[in-house]
Nanobody, 130 residues
Framework: QVQLVESGGGLVQPGGSLRLSCVASGRANYGSFSTYAMAWFRQSLGKEREFVAAITWNGGTSLYADSVKGRFTISRDNAKSTVYLSMNSLSPDDTAVYYC???????????????????WGQGTQVTVSS
C-alpha cells in the first residue's frame, strides 16, 4: 500500500507564500512513485473537494485550476519520492485542507478528476489570514 504524507501547511498572511510537500512511501500493486501522476486537491469548510494542480510522471505536463494559475507551481523530485506545491500571492480564498493524491495511469484528460486517483494523503491545513 502506498502512503502519502503532506507537510508544510500553516498560517500565512494574505500575499504570503508557502510550499507544501508530499512524500510517498510503501509498495503498490502497480508501478511506483516515479511512474505515478501526482496532484493536489483542496477542500474548504463547507465545500466539496476541488482540483488544484497535477503533474505527470516525468513532469512533462502540468495542469492547474484557473483559480491558482500563475500563483501556484507543482513540481516533483522522483529521486526523493516527493511532490511539491509552491503557493504565492495567497489570499483568504486559498484557505483549505490540501490533499496530495497519486494516480497510477497518467491519463492526462482525467487528471483533474478526483476519481482518477488511487492513493490519498491525510491533508495539511493552510490558513490565509491577517
Amino acid at each position: 500500500q502506498v502512503q502519502l504524507v503532506e507537510s508544510g501547511g500553516g498560517l500565512v498572511q494574505p500575499g504570503g507564500s508557502l510550499r507544501l510537500s508530499c512524500v510517498a512511501s510503501g509498495r503498490a500493486n502497480y508501478g511506483s512513485f516515479s511512474t505515478y501522476a501526482m496532484a493536489w486537491f483542496r477542500q474548504s469548510l463547507g465545500k466539496e473537494r476541488e482540483f488544484v494542480a497535477a503533474i505527470t510522471w516525468n513532469g512533462g505536463t502540468s495542469l492547474y485550476a484557473d483559480s491558482v494559475k500563475g500563483r501556484f507551481t507543482i513540481s516533483r523530485d522522483n529521486a526523493k519520492s516527493t511532490v511539491y506545491l509552491s503557493m504565492n500571492s495567497l489570499s483568504p480564498d486559498d484557505t483549505a485542507v490540501y490533499y496530495c493524491a497519486a494516480d497510477e495511469h497518467n491519463y492526462v484528460p482525467e487528471l483533474r478528476l478526483e476519481e482518477e486517483y488511487e492513493y490519498w494523503g491525510q491533508g495539511t491545513q493552510v490558513t490565509v489570514s491577517s
